[in-house]
């Protein structure tokens, strides 16, 4: 990790890197006791060029929330739509939630302007705006993916990748 701050930061969290594999143990149960519950780096060949992360899981309702943040320089690519669908293949196939929640920064015009798309629209539902509770001086956009939709996406993701 001392080797990769810049990613570390970037990828994984703002706060500062353990400096013992001790520190490193801790901040994973604090990761995982009050908040994720699993988290994926995205590689483009050797490089980690996003991360994806789940928290919130509610067994009582079935639900769960994403966050995930990509490299600007990978943000235009078919990757994130190929890791997105692997990871709701995920929440479907292994975690069995019914309904997934996500939130997007309202100044991020970018991510808001591919949900506009036609063939992603028509998968998601806006449920509103909120500020976020991380920034709370920024407002979110708040979505929500429900179990007909992660199965239509999971059953697109298997016939793209079909034996051919």
Do not use: C
């Not at 990613?7 to 143990?25: G, V």
């Not at 739509?81 to 019914?98: C, P, Q, R, S, Y």
């Amino acid at each position: 990790m001392k080797n990769n701050k810049k990613e570390y930061r970037l990828l994984i969290s703002d706060k500062p890197i353990p400096e013992t594999y001790k520190e490193f143990q801790e901040r994973l149960n604090i990761w995982f006791t009050h908040g994720r519950n699993y988290q994926f780096l995205v590689k483009k060949k050797d490089k980690t060029v996003g991360t994806i992360f789940f928290y919130g899981l509610d067994s009582e309702s079935k639900s769960i929330k994403l966050s995930a943040y990509f490299i600007p320089k990978i943000r235009k690519t078919p990757l994130i739509g190929e890791a997105l669908g692997l990871i709701l293949n995920f929440v479907l196939e292994i975690l069995k939630v019914e309904k997934v929640e996500f939130s997007v920064y309202k100044e991020n015009k970018e991510m808001l302007r591919i949900l506009e798309k036609e063939k992603i629209k028509r998968y998601i539902t806006r449920k509103g705006e909120s500020k976020s509770s991380v920034n709370p001086e920024r407002k979110i956009i708040n979505f929500e993916i429900n179990l007909q939709s992660l199965r239509e996406i999971n059953e697109r993701l298997k016939e793209f990748y079909k034996p051919r």
